[in-house]
Structures are given as structure tokens and as C-alpha cells.
């Protein structure tokens, strides 16, 4: 899609960089700093790349500070990799690849990014959902992995972005704006996902081509669903969460955006498939939608499943049943021999005829032992587990451990409930030798937070590199989590993922003791 340059002589054609960069077409216009993107040619390596052309007078201080800022950001994002994100080759100003006769005041290089353009792909209809959920999962990916290495992207612009011939979407023109910051690419991951559902622009500074968002009389963001009533609520919801700022129930990072995207792309595409079985091909028009990620099935591939589906369906049913009948003969026959199979299944007390003085049950009927557990194993060591931030007491983390219930650790006080801030919290604790650990006693502070028992490799893991092997809810006093087996490992980590509450409403969360036995 071409956009003409404003106000300068950029035109297909002209070289700029000293030289080495032939412009072949222009991409769009950031107005907010002057920025042309365009597709040029590199004429050293022979390739085409991505420009990033900062337009302004040499002579204006002010401008030439923003462009300054910009280049040093993009300089700092060179040496980030992801494939959400195109790579930064060079950062050329002024004095160094940029002369002050050619009216810029800077330019970022990138890869060229192959694919179709954003704005081309909304401006006869908006995408399906579920499609518009995974295209904005795999930026999202992108934003989170830049955020825990605490930088900005600034792909709050829809001519920045294009979408690869796989049917992602990747921020092919980097350049962050000077004040841009973290919760702005979280606003915009919010904007490009109502960009999708809706063909329009939720954010200040547009592109032209683009419609505006509605807004409320009170200035809100009218849903997409209000435009679209085939957007799902939840990605619906999602969208205005995070462009908004402010109010309850807002969303402010990535990480919690993934996990709602997950959950609505899934669910969106069980709908559509159970619609679709049994029904002819519609034509694209149909449902006003016709972008997809995923290749058609065949109606033919979709009854087998189906009738596979329904069969095991009705299978479980009657197994359900049956088992449902023996209980009922067992509970009123009691030691009645039944003619049906014995489902060996243990009779409540109150069910059971009653015994002789001194006589046991039968061995069958004697409730199944609990597991044992050996004597508490202390840990030689343990921190505060705080993936992409810093706080939550580190200097106190040990009072968890030390035998002293009058000691404690406590997570940070937020105003708002995880994942909204951040994912969660946690303690990681250290072993000197790898034990078999079976269970962990708790003694919290306080009712209402929710923990994972997670196991790991080394000290400091990244989240997505442990593993879930025992979850529970905390009481106000002692509380035990047996993990779902014995797990052998040297370092465990206690993951807070729902706070507590205090009576002024603030979250948080106190552990003043952690217990931990091995399988006996």
C-alpha cells in the first residue's frame, strides 16, 4: 500500500545512507515522529531491507533530540532477537551515514519483512476471530520476551506491522518513539487486536486509511462486538481491557494477554468446528469473514471425527451408568451378594451392615492407606523467585525458613489481583541434596491465595522452564499441599498466583513458615 511522502523529496528512486539505500516504495507514515517506512534496496549486499526514514530540519534542536532518542532505542533493540520482530541491521544519524543536505535526521535499517501489509488485510472485512487471536498471540510473544529484557518495541502503529506469509504478525519497521513505554505496547497489542475484529484504530495517531474507533458519550471505547456481533465476549472484552487505562479488571501486561488469546483462539475454533460438521460449505461471504490461519477440512474428515467423537461420547455414558447402578445395589443390598460384577467400591460407614464387637471389616472394605512422609528436610537456601521485576522483600525471604513463626515473608502490597501486573510471586528454595519431596506445609498469614508447587532444573529458571507438580489454596494458619506424586528434585519453587486481601482492600500475601517432607 503507498503512502505519499509529505512535504519532502523521498520518491522511489532516490538513494539515501551515503549513498548505499535505493527507495523502491513507501509503506506508511507515523505522523506522530515523522516517520516514512519504507522498502529500499541495499546496494552493498544486494537485498532488500526496511527503512525507517526520521524526516527533519538539522536545524531544529528539538526534533533532532526526539530522533536522536528514537535511534538510540533502536540501537538497543539491534540486539534483540525474535521472530515477532524484524532485525535491526543499523542505525545511521547524523554525521554518521546521514548528511544534513538530505533532510533526515535519521534512519533505522531492519530486514524486510516478506508478507502483506496490516492495513491492506482489514480494508475490505475484518478477520475471523480465532484467526485474529493466534495472529496477535505470536506478537504478544514477541512484546513479552522484549519486556523481561526491558525493552520497549513501539509497535503502536498499524503501518509498522505486516503479516508473514504464515500468518503471523511481525513489527516489521522497528523505532520506538522517545517517550514510548512498556504499557504502550500493551495498549497496542489491545489495538491491533480491535484493529482485526473491527477494520479500526482504537489509538491516538493513526494512519489516515484507517478509520477511528467509536467512542461513548462517556469516552469510552465502544466493544468490538457492538460492530461485530460475531466477536466472541472474551476477546471482545480483551481488546478494551487493554487499550483502556485505569478502572477495574484492566489488563496491563503481556504475559496475562496470552493467556486470555490461548484461551478464546481455542475456544473459538471448537465453535467453529462443530458448526461447520455436517453442514455444507458456506461460501466466504457468509459469516462477512474470510481470513483464516488454518487450511479448510473437508466435510467428509469432519463426520469421521465427529462420529468417532459421539461414539466415544456414548461409551463413556453407559460406562458412567453402570457404575452408577452398582453403587446403588451396593449401598442397599450392603453384604447382599449381587449377581452383577464387583466394582469393588467402599461402602460409606453408614452404609455397611454393622460388624460383631471386636470383629473388622473385611480387608476390601478397610479405606486405602495415606501416603507417608518422612521427617522435614530444611533447604540451604531460599530467594525470592520474581521473573522480569525486582521487590517483594528479597531481604526477608529467608524469615520463611528459619523455624520462627513469628517471622515472616511478605509479597509487595498491589492494588490490583495477579495476572492484571504480573503473572505472580514466589519463594525459590534451594536443597543441598536433591530430596523425594512429598508434601509442603504452609503457614500463611491469612485466607484467599492460591499457590503452584513447581519443580526446576537450576536456581534461577525462567517460568516457562519449571513445571506444575502440586497446587493449592492457602488458609489463615497451616495449610498442607501434597504434590500430585512424589517428585525428586534439589530446587522447588512456592508460586503465588492469587493474593490474599487485607480489610483495606489491598492485595498480599504473608508466609510465615514452609514445611517440607519427603515421601517416607
Do not use: C
Not at 524526516?55 to 540501537?75: K, N
Not at 493467556?259 to 481455542?266: G, I, T
Amino acid at each position: 500500500m503507498g503512502v505519499r511522502a509529505q512535504g519532502g523529496s523521498l520518491a522511489p528512486g532516490r538513494v539515501v545512507g551515503d549513498g548505499r539505500y535505493r527507495l523502491l516504495a513507501q509503506f506508511g507514515v507515523d505522523e506522530r515522529a515523522a516517520a516514512h517506512l519504507w522498502r529500499a534496496r541495499d546496494g552493498q549486499l544486494k537485498r532488500d531491507v526496511a527503512l525507517t526514514l526520521l524526516v527533519g530540519d538539522p536545524a531544529d534542536a528539538e526534533a533532532a533530540r526526539l530522533a536522536r532518542r528514537t535511534l538510540e532505542r533502536a540501537a538497543h533493540a539491534s540486539k534483540f532477537g525474535h521472530g515477532g520482530v524484524a532485525r535491526v541491521l543499523d542505525v545511521l544519524s547524523l554525521g554518521s551515514g546521514v548528511t544534513s543536505s538530505e533532510g533526515l535526521l535519521g534512519v533505522v535499517v531492519a530486514e524486510w519483512t516478506k508478507g502483506s501489509d496490516l492495513v491492506d488485510l482489514v480494508a475490505q472485512r475484518p478477520v475471523a476471530p480465532a484467526a485474529a487471536a493466534r495472529m496477535v498471540q505470536a506478537l504478544a510473544e514477541a512484546v513479552d520476551h522484549a519486556h523481561q529484557n526491558g525493552l520497549v518495541l513501539g509497535l503502536d502503529h498499524p503501518q509498522r506491522l505486516r503479516l508473514t506469509p504464515d500468518g503471523a504478525l511481525k513489527l516489521a519497521f522497528p523505532g520506538p518513539l522517545p517517550e514510548a513505554t512498556l504499557r504502550d505496547d500493551v495498549k497496542a497489542l489491545g489495538a491491533v487486536l480491535y484493529l482485526l475484529l473491527t477494520g479500526r484504530w482504537a489509538l491516538p495517531g493513526g494512519p489516515a486509511a484507517i478509520p477511528a474507533a467509536p467512542h461513548a458519550p462517556t469516552g469510552r471505547v465502544i466493544p468490538p462486538r457492538s460492530l461485530v456481533p460475531t466477536v466472541p465476549v472474551e476477546l471482545s472484552s480483551l481488546a478494551v481491557r487493554t487499550i483502556e487505562d485505569g478502572g477495574h479488571g484492566g489488563i496491563r501486561t503481556s504475559a496475562a494477554i496470552l493467556r486470555v488469546l490461548d484461551q478464546a483462539a481455542e475456544a473459538e475454533e471448537r465453535t467453529q468446528l462443530i458448526k461447520a460438521v455436517g453442514e455444507e460449505e458456506a461460501p466466504a461471504e457468509a459469516d462477512g469473514t474470510v481470513w483464516t490461519t488454518k487450511k479448510p477440512v473437508k466435510d467428509v474428515a469432519r463426520r469421521k471425527k465427529l462420529a468417532f467423537g459421539v461414539t466415544v461420547l456414548v461409551v463413556a455414558t453407559v460406562v458412567i451408568l453402570a457404575w452408577g447402578g452398582m453403587m446403588m445395589i451396593n449401598l442397599f443390598q450392603g453384604e447382599s451378594k449381587s449377581s452383577g460384577p464387583n466394582m469393588n467400591v467402599a461402602a460409606s460407614p453408614s452404609s455397611q451392615a454393622p460388624q460383631p464387637p471386636g470383629q473388622q471389616p473385611p480387608p476390601s472394605q478397610q479405606p486405602p492407606p495415606g501416603p507417608t512422609v518422612g521427617a522435614a528436610v530444611k533447604p540451604s537456601a531460599v530467594a525470592v523467585f520474581n521473573p522480569g521485576s525486582k521487590g517483594d522483600s528479597p531481604g526477608r525471604a529467608k524469615n520463611a525458613t528459619d523455624g520462627d513463626a513469628g517471622t515472616a515473608w511478605k509479597t509487595d502490597e498491589y492494588d490490583k489481583q495477579f495476572p492484571v501486573l504480573k503473572d505472580g510471586v514466589g519463594l525459590v528454595v534451594t536443597f543441598k541434596d536433591p530430596i523425594n519431596l512429598s508434601q509442603i506445609k504452609i503457614d500463611a498469614g491469612s485466607a484467599g491465595s492460591k499457590v503452584e508447587i513447581r519443580s526446576a532444573d537450576k536456581k534461577n529458571p525462567k517460568l516457562d522452564e519449571t513445571k506444575v507438580v502440586g497446587a493449592g489454596d492457602l488458609a489463615a494458619g497451616e495449610s498442607t499441599i501434597a504434590l500430585q506424586q512424589p517428585q525428586q528434585g534439589q530446587y522447588f519453587i512456592i508460586w503465588i498466583t492469587q493474593l490474599g486481601e487485607d480489610d483495606e482492600g489491598k492485595f498480599i500475601t504473608e508466609l510465615k513458615e514452609l514445611t517440607f517432607l519427603p515421601a517416607g
